[in-house]
């Protein structure tokens, strides 16, 4: 399936590394102008090697004063992707407010935020858009440790709804992609004991994790209009984890 968003600009969060950085690069191929926001500076400098042309923004999505500064005038957006995200692992009676208040401020308010910034500027051009929330299979089983990441994910799954119900008459789209375990560089923290990863891919029916590859193809699949009819919606992309 050949995928073409030539005249469109996408917005992507997360953008310095794993899914972010290769939703950009996947976008840029195919011809979207691309606004890639990140808080690594150095990401954003080599990413823009690699992407010519990009818009780099480099910005803490976790502080709104400072997402607001640095995305309110962003101009046409046509494609968002909200993709930026913590792993804070503590167990459940270590949970911390530091890491509670993190969690929720980067992995679900920006979401509300950018979406937000980007959708009022859809609205006022009476265009059309889709956007696509990057959520997780801990939206809907939960890991030990992880107690903070999969609420905000769970809560991501009726946000995507809720924003879906209510912009649709706008014509944008809201989805969300669920993948299993990608072995990113933020993955590979929480996943690092080899033991304890090889018992979770084993419990896959597939007998694997995610590829990055994997859920960027979603993503393009959500973000295009090959799914027009799709909106409110989740893609697993969960290598069978929750049929097992």
Known sequence: ???????????????????????????????????????TGDDLVSLSQECPGIEPVCVDLGNWEATEQALGSVGTVDLLVNNAAVALSQPFLEVT?????????????????????????????????????????????????????????????????????ELGPHKIRVNSVNPTVVLTAMARKVWSDPEVSRKLKERHPLRKFAEVDDVVNSILFLLSDHSASTSGAGIFVDAGYLAS
């Open 1 to 39: 399936m050949q995928l073409n968003f030539s005249g469109l600009r996408a917005l992507v969060t997360g953008a310095g590394k794993g899914i972010g950085r290769e939703t950009v690069k996947a976008l840029h191929a195919s011809g979207a102008r691309v606004v890639a926001v990140s808080r």
């Open 97 to 165: 407010k530091e890491a509670f208040d993190r969690s929720f401020n980067v992995n679900l308010r920006s979401v509300l935020q950018v979406s937000q910034i980007v959708v009022r500027g859809m609205i006022n051009r009476r265009a059309p858009g889709s956007i696509v929330n990057v959520s997780s299979i801990a939206a809907q089983v939960t890991f030990p440790n992880l107690v903070t990441y999969s609420s905000t994910k769970g809560a991501m799954t009726v946000l995507t709804k809720a924003m879906a119900m």
